[in-house]
C-alpha cells in the first residue's frame, strides 16, 4: 500500500500562483509514475498531469496546463510536486495526486492510489 498525502491548496487572484506537494510513505519502491488530477463542483475528475518515478524528463500535460503548470518529483524525499503559475477561475477544483505501479504511457496509465486531495480557489 501507498499512502499520499496533498498539501498547498488554497485561495489564489487570477494570475496567481500555487505549489501543491504530494508526499508518499509505504511501499513507495514500486510506484512507477505520479500524476495530478482535479474536479471541478458538477463535473468528472480530470487528469492534469504526470511524471515518470524513474526519469524526470519523462512526463505530460493536459493542453489547458502547457506552459503554466510544472510538475516535478523528489524521490529522496518521496515527493511529487506541482507548480501552478497564471493561474485562472477555470483551473478551480479539488486537486488529486495519484500513483501507480503500473507501466505504460503516462496520459493512459491506471493509477492505483490515490490522496485526499486538496482545495483549490481562483477567484477573478
Known amino acids: 500500500q501507498v499512502q499520499l498525502v496533498e498539501s498547498g491548496g488554497g485561495l489564489v487572484q487570477a494570475g496567481g500562483s500555487l505549489r501543491l506537494s504530494c508526499a508518499a510513505s509505504?511501499?513507495?519502491?514500486?510506484?512507477?509514475?505520479m500524476g495530478w488530477f482535479r474536479q471541478a463542483p458538477g463535473k468528472e475528475r480530470e487528469f492534469v498531469a504526470a511524471i515518470s518515478w524513474s526519469d524526470s524528463n519523462s512526463y505530460y500535460y493536459i493542453d489547458s496546463v502547457k506552459g503554466r503548470f510544472t510538475i516535478s518529483r523528489d524521490n529522496a524525499k518521496n515527493t511529487a510536486y506541482l507548480q501552478m503559475n497564471s493561474l485562472k477561475p477555470e483551473d478551480t477544483a479539488v486537486y488529486y495526486c495519484?500513483?501507480?505501479?503500473?507501466?505504460?504511457?503516462?496520459?493512459?496509465?491506471?493509477?492505483?492510489?490515490w490522496g485526499q486531495g486538496t482545495q483549490v480557489t481562483v477567484s477573478s
Open positions: 495519484a500513483a501507480t505501479n503500473n507501466l505504460g504511457r503516462l496520459w493512459r496509465l491506471t493509477w492505483d492510489y
Open positions: 509505504g511501499r513507495t519502491f514500486s510506484t512507477s509514475a
